[in-house]
C-alpha cells in the first residue's frame, strides 16, 4: 500500500526567510504524481505544486520548489522569501495515474503547520 | 469559472441519524472525490466517482456510500451516524481523464455529531 510521511508535524520561519518541509512515500510503482497542497485556515485546500515521477527536473512555482529524490523516495518543498500569507497546513500526496491504472485517489500525508513570524 | 461548491457548510446531527451532503464539481468536470478530515486520522480518501460510476472507494463501513448524477454532481450519505464521523468533510473534481487534470477541492462540510 502506498503510504505518505511528513515527518515535521510543526515548523516555524521568519518572514523573508526560507524553508524545506519534508516528506517521504513509499510505493512500488514506477510512475506516479506528487503534490504538495495547502490548506489556510479558511480550510480550502489548494495545490501548491506537482512534480511527475518520471521528470527528474525539480518543479519550481515561483517561491516554491521541490527537491525530488526518486531512489531515497523523498519530495521535500522549499518556500523562499517567506511571506505571512503562507501560514497554513501543508500536505503532501501522492496519486497513480489513470493510465497506470490508478484513479483521482490521492494519499495524503499527515500534514506539517507552518507558521511565519513577521 | 465557478469553482466547486459543497452544501450545507456546517451541519450538526446526532448519534443514529443520518446525513447527506452534496457536491457540485466545476463545469465540465466528471470526476467527484470525497474524502473526510479528523485532527486524529488526517485527510482519508472515500469514494471517486467518474461519469456516474464508482471508480475507486476506500476503506470506510458500508454506512458511508455515494452517487453521482448525470449532470455530475454527487451527493454522500452516511447512515446510523456515530461520535468518530464528526469531521470535514471535502469533495474534489476534476476532468478525471488522463494523463493527468488537476483536482480542485471543495470548502467542505463540517459534520459534527453529537
Known amino acids: 500500500a502506498q503510504t505518505v510521511t511528513q515527518s515535521q508535524p510543526e515548523m516555524s520561519v521568519q518572514e523573508a526567510e526560507t524553508v524545506t518541509l519534508s516528506c517521504t512515500y513509499d510505493t512500488s510503482e514506477s510512475d506516479y504524481y506528487l503534490f504538495w497542497y495547502k490548506q489556510p485556515p479558511s480550510r480550502q485546500m489548494i495545490l501548491v505544486i506537482r512534480q511527475e515521477a518520471y521528470k527528474q527536473q525539480n518543479a519550481t512555482e515561483n517561491r516554491f520548489s521541490v527537491n525530488f529524490q526518486k531512489a531515497a523516495k523523498s519530495f521535500s518543498l522549499k518556500i523562499s522569501d517567506s511571506q505571512l500569507g503562507d501560514a497554513a497546513m501543508y500536505f503532501c500526496?501522492?496519486?497513480?495515474?489513470?493510465?497506470?491504472?490508478?484513479?483521482?485517489?490521492?494519499?495524503f500525508g499527515k500534514g506539517t503547520k507552518l507558521t511565519v513570524n513577521p | 469559472k465557478a469553482g466547486v461548491t459543497q452544501t450545507p457548510r456546517y451541519l450538526i446531527k446526532t448519534r443514529g441519524q443520518q446525513v447527506t451532503l452534496s457536491c457540485s464539481p466545476i463545469?465540465?468536470?466528471?470526476?467527484v472525490s470525497w474524502y473526510q478530515q479528523t485532527p486524529g486520522q488526517g485527510l482519508q480518501f472515500l469514494f471517486e466517482?467518474?461519469?456516474?460510476?464508482?471508480?475507486n472507494k476506500g476503506n470506510f463501513p458500508g454506512r458511508f456510500s455515494g452517487r453521482q448524477f448525470s449532470n455530475s454532481r454527487s451527493e454522500m450519505n452516511v447512515s446510523t451516524l456515530e461520535l468518530g464521523d464528526s469531521a470535514l468533510y471535502l469533495c474534489a473534481s476534476g476532468t478525471g481523464i488522463p494523463p493527468y487534470n488537476e483536482q480542485f477541492f471543495g470548502p467542505g462540510t463540517r459534520l459534527t455529531v453529537l
Open positions: 500526496a501522492y496519486n497513480i495515474p489513470i493510465t497506470q491504472g490508478g484513479s483521482e485517489k490521492l494519499v
Open positions: 466517482y467518474f461519469s456516474e460510476t464508482q471508480r
Open positions: 463545469s465540465g468536470h466528471r470526476s
